[in-house]
């Protein structure tokens, strides 16, 4: 019986560094696709009501409750990109 061999955790890393833009995957400007502006403007909207909540509540910036909501949320994030990663890895390997 041969070992199926492992996804690579530093592809897997590089997936998620370029899912959540904290790397470009090309040098040169380019148009935004339709999910990219998505992406932009919901990133927008959650900083904004982050924003409107600190000043609303009279908190800051960095409160400990907003900033472990963010943190959870990225937690998840990871999980995901990190579980699609693993299931296109897997499906390619099929041959689906």
């Excluded at 899912?19 to 403007?41: D, H, T, W, Y």
Aim: aromatic residues 10%; contains cysteine; glycine residues 6%.
């Amino acid at each position: 019986m041969v070992a199926e061999k492992m996804p690579d955790p530093r592809r897997r890393k590089l997936a998620y560094q370029l899912l959540n833009g904290f790397m470009e995957a090309e040098a040169e400007p380019k148009q935004l696709s339709r999910e990219e502006m998505q992406i932009v403007f919901i990133v927008e909207r959650i900083y904004q009501h982050r924003i409107n909540l600190c000043t609303r509540g009279n908190l800051d910036f960095e409160d400990k409750d907003l900033e472990a909501i963010i943190s959870a949320y990225e937690q998840l994030n990871r999980l995901f990109a990190r579980l699609m990663y693993d299931q296109g890895w897997h499906d390619a390997g099929q041959g689906l």
